[in-house]
Structures are given as C-alpha cells and as structure tokens.
C-alpha cells in the first residue's frame, strides 16, 4: 500500500539525491572560507577564477515558515567589475557520485531550492560531467532584493556523448550555481551542450559591488516534474553519508593506542578505523597530538605515520621517546578526505 502525505503526495524514502542539501552539517568549522577549492558545508564545494575575492559562511539567516538552521551565505570581498572570458565563480558546488547519478541518467528531475541575494536578476545552474564534455544550463530569477525566494527547475537527464561515470567513487554528475560566467563557460540555456559550460550569457555579475551577499539552503534533485517538500533525515544518518566522503576525528575523540611500558627508540604500532567505509581511499592529515606517560611525551603531528589506508581505516605508528614502565598512550586528531573532485 503507498502512504500519502495529507496533499495526496506521495510518501518515498530517500527521494533527494542531494546530501546536506539544508546545510546542517560542517565539519571543516563555520567559514569564512576565503580559497578557491574549499570545501565549506560537507559536500559543498566553493571554485572560482576571477580577478575578485569572496569568503563563504555558515549562516543563520534562513527562509521563514520552514524548519531549517543554517543556509551557506556568499559574499564578496574584493569586487570583479570587469568579467573576462576566462572568468567564473561557483560558491555553491555539488558532486552527486556515479553509483547514485546512475538512476536519474534518462531520467526527468527537479532540482528545487531556497536562494537569496541583495541582488536581483538572472542567475544559472549547470549540470556538467565528469569529462567537462557535456554540460546543461538552466535560468533562474532571484525577483526580489533580500528576500527568501523558492526555485524551482526540472531537467531531463536524456543525454547522448560525453565522458560519464557511473561506479562507485566517481564523479558522476556536478551542479554548479553560478554567480559570475565569462564568455567562454557561457552556454545556451535549456538543451545539452557539447561542451564545458558554468551559465549562460544571461546570468548577472554577482561580484560587481563589494558585500553583495548569496544565500542557499534546503536543496533537493528528486525524481518527476513536481517540486515536493524537503526530505528531512535523521541528524546521525545525514552525518553518516557526509563522512563517507569526509571524516573529522576532532569532531568526535582522540583516535587512541595504549601500551602497558614503553622502550625508548622502539617503534608501536596502532589502527584506525573510519565510522563508515568511504568512497575513495582519503588522504589522512594528522591535525593534533596528546600523550600520557613519560614514554611519547612531547609528541607533535610530524611524529605520527598513518600508512596501509584503505577505504575503511589505516594503521598508524609513533616511536616512543623515553623508557617508561608504566600505562603509556598516544592519539591524535585527524582528517580523511575522500571527497570526489
């Protein structure tokens, strides 16, 4: 039997293909985030290439009459007033994985979200492959000035060539909401394009006046032509699937190895374990120290190896400094960054 919501909608699980799409999770810390490259809120992605700087935040400013704590806000630092053809700013940069984009391919899907700005006009989203050989734009209007405003796209994911991806630790599909555009990423809107296009010639320069802002929260691609509410998961099963790209150990405890005794210039070995098998094998960055007992004390990050990593955990090793007959321990913080780029 299909359950259905009071509006006769139907009742799905899992309906948006977006993690994080409400920005609730930010585990790298609450911005600003000021380099091209950075990961902000967990999955998002702020790039660009222009001759201004911006810094990207968590915000509180989020749209009335729904259930939401932060949006991610955009604001310029150092204005571009002179797009070149080269130019180009995403803040908000989405990567779906093959194994999950494979389900919409041939697939009719909208993509819904809350946007604000200072700033009216045309703006654009783009769809685009991992090859950067098909892509898809898609206009927006943001009608009025600060004001919370809902969008609502639909695209059909019915394309034909290109350099796509569909396993496991791919990149299956990226979405852009762009917020400046050159000529040479500008595409027709509403078709596929053979070619590596961020917006179309419409979308306005976001970047022209120094403190202009760009909110974005509460973002869902879902099956059909029809917009339904946002699908709210449980805390701890949306911080699952960001850490599966993205863990932070600081976020939780010290990873931790204990030996009864130590021998000085004797080399101990321990293991880590990731809290869920991640995409890719990460790159882990050892980000903090402690110790207890004479026999690694006064340890630091550079002397902490992390080797043997694979998608579900690493082993690590640290040498002990002093002789030490006692409950000796050392741990450390870390980053694993699996993310698709």
Not at 206 to 225: I, P, R, Y
Request: aromatic share 14%; with cysteine.
């Amino acid at each position: 039997m299909v359950k259905y919501y009071s509006d006769q909608a139907p009742l799905r699980n899992n309906k948006n293909f977006i993690i994080n799409g409400n920005m609730e999770i930010w585990q790298r810390g609450t911005g600003p985030f000021t380099t091209s490259g950075d990961y902000t809120a967990d999955r998002w992605r702020y790039t660009e290439s222009s001759s201004g700087s911006y810094s990207i935040s968590r915000s509180t400013d989020v749209p009335s009459g729904i259930n939401a704590n932060y949006s991610a806000e955009a604001t310029v630092v150092t204005a571009d007033t002179s797009v070149d053809s080269g130019d180009w700013l995403i803040p908000f940069h989405y990567t779906i994985e093959g194994v999950d984009f494979l389900p919409l391919v041939g697939k009719t899907a909208t993509l819904s979200f809350w946007v604000k700005s200072n700033l009216t006009g045309t703006y654009s989203v783009s769809f685009r492959n991992s090859g950067a050989d098909r892509s898809y734009v898609i206009d927006y209007t943001i009608d009025q000035a600060n004001t919370w405003e809902r969008k609502i796209l639909t695209i059909t994911f019915d394309f034909s060539g290109g350099t796509w991806t569909y396993d496991t630790g791919d990149a299956g599909c990226n979405i852009y909401f762009t917020a400046l555009v050159g000529s040479d990423r500008q595409g027709v809107p509403g078709s596929w394009l053979s070619s590596n296009c961020l917006g179309s010639v419409n979308q306005v320069n976001w970047a022209a006046t120094v403190s202009n802002t760009l909110n974005l929260t509460h973002v869902q691609l879902e099956f059909g032509n029809v917009a339904t509410d946002f699908d709210y998961r449980i805390y701890s099963d949306e911080l699952a699937r960001c850490q599966r790209y993205y863990y932070n150990c600081a976020n939780d405890d010290l990873n931790k190895v204990s030996f009864d005794g130590s021998t000085s210039g004797q080399t101990y070995y321990g293991s880590g374990q990731f809290p869920c098998k991640m995409a890719v094998q990460p790159t882990i960055t050892v980000t903090g120290t402690s110790e207890s007992g004479a026999g690694f004390n006064g340890i630091g990050t550079g002397d902490i190896t992390v080797d043997n990593i694979s998608v579900q955990g690493f082993r690590n090793r640290c040498t002990a400094v002093a002789t030490d007959a006692g409950n000796n321990s050392y741990g450390f913080s870390y980053t694993a960054d699996g993310e698709l780029i």
